[in-house]
């Protein structure tokens, strides 16, 4: 029986009833080198096409690389493929799930645009190589779903927050939340300029999340701020031109973020928490930072 929750009201557990999580150890990159803004299908490619410079960009990656691998992290790196621009953006083909008995599990994406498409098959081959069951929606009733563009665990444990409306349909949450038997919070995205979840709301540990409001509608907010003591919140600014939302705390503890989310980092610093700023500008001009140029796994 799924269960997908679209209102406060209908909230009847708490976070720490719900069963545990692992942190994930593990985080795969896939190599920029066939990376390029070659089309238009989110308002941050506007103007960019052709206009990423490629050594910049290889260079931004391996310092992202380099960082997760300073956090102790194991990072896993795959090839890119020629003529899929976008799949270094390795957080939206897959939602990754490791069970209560350690069973892993993969639901696949099915990506609204015919460009990235492909872009599912390449990263499934590679689920197979990491003993991961491979699941799939049913395509004839589901839509969309880009993985961890919209779908994000919340912190250490089995609870889902599930964007939808832009690149993600809802009832893909339901079909999520029968196959995986977790809740699933979900949230209506409003604005396009944050067409993914991920590039309006970072769960930062079990009781943190850093958002940008403007992006949600209120029975959502009135969800993200029942469910999170702490919400820090982006200004329009650093949210939409340095998409500093699309960070990622992978321990609970040490935030990686675009460079110069200046009123954001004080706000995060302030809480208690590490920030290291990391340029994702050539990647900015695509519509992704930080969050959505890795995968963390099991
Ligand atoms: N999760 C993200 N925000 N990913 C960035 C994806 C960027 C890519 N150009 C797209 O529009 O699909």
């Known amino acids: 029986m799924s269960r997908v929750y679209t209102s406060v009201d209908q909230i009847d557990f708490n976070i720490s009833d719900l069963p545990t999580m692992p942190v994930p150890s593990k985080v795969l990159m896939v190599k920029p080198t066939y990376f390029d803004v070659e089309y238009v299908i989110n308002p941050h490619m506007k103007g960019?096409?052709?206009?990423?410079?490629?050594?910049?960009?290889?260079?931004?990656?391996?310092?992202?690389?380099?960082?997760?691998?300073?956090?102790?992290?194991?990072?896993?790196?795959?090839?890119?493929?020629?003529?899929?621009?976008?799949?270094?953006?390795?957080?939206?083909?897959?939602?990754?799930?490791?069970?209560?008995?350690?069973?892993?599990?993969?639901?696949?994406?099915?990506?609204?645009?015919?460009?990235?498409?492909?872009?599912?098959?390449?990263?499934?081959?590679?689920?197979?190589?990491?003993?991961?069951?491979?699941?799939?929606?049913?395509?004839?009733?589901?839509?969309?779903?880009?993985?961890?563009?919209?779908?994000?665990?919340?912190?250490?444990?089995?609870l889902l927050w599930g964007g939808h409306g832009f690149r993600s349909s809802l009832n893909a949450y339901e079909q999520i939340s029968d196959k995986l038997e977790v809740p699933v919070i979900a949230l209506p995205l409003t604005d396009e300029t944050f067409y993914h979840l991920d590039t309006c709301m970072c769960i930062l540990n079990e009781s943190s999340a850093l958002i940008y409001p403007s992006a949600f509608s209120d029975e959502g907010l009135e969800m993200i701020r029942a469910m999170f003591e702490n919400v820090i919140t982006a200004t329009k600014y650093e949210a939409e031109k340095l998409l500093a939302v699309n960070a990622v705390c992978p321990d609970?503890?040490?935030?990686?973020?675009?460079?110069?989310?200046?009123?954001?980092?004080?706000?995060?610093?302030?809480?208690?928490?590490?920030?290291?700023?990391?340029?994702?500008?050539?990647?900015?001009?695509?519509?992704?930072?930080?969050?959505?140029?890795?995968?963390?796994?099991?």
């Open 48 to 158: 960019q096409i052709g206009d990423v410079d490629k050594m910049q960009a290889q260079n931004e990656w391996n310092h992202l690389a380099e960082g997760f691998k300073e956090l102790g992290l194991n990072v896993e790196i795959l090839e890119g493929k020629e003529g899929l621009p976008d799949m270094v953006f390795c957080a939206n083909q897959s939602l990754p799930f490791i069970g209560r008995e350690g069973t892993k599990k993969a639901v696949m994406g099915i990506m609204k645009t015919t460009q990235r498409k492909p872009e599912v098959e390449a990263i499934e081959n590679w689920f197979r190589t990491q003993g991961y069951e491979i699941l799939h929606l049913d395509e004839n009733k589901i839509q969309t779903f880009e993985g961890m563009g919209d779908a994000i665990w919340h912190f250490k444990r089995q």
């Open 252 to 298: 609970g503890k040490n935030v990686f973020i675009q460079q110069g989310s200046t009123d954001v980092n004080k706000k995060l610093r302030d809480a208690g928490f590490s920030v290291h700023e990391f340029s994702t500008y050539e990647f900015l001009k695509s519509g992704g930072s930080v969050f959505c140029m890795k995968l963390l796994y099991w």
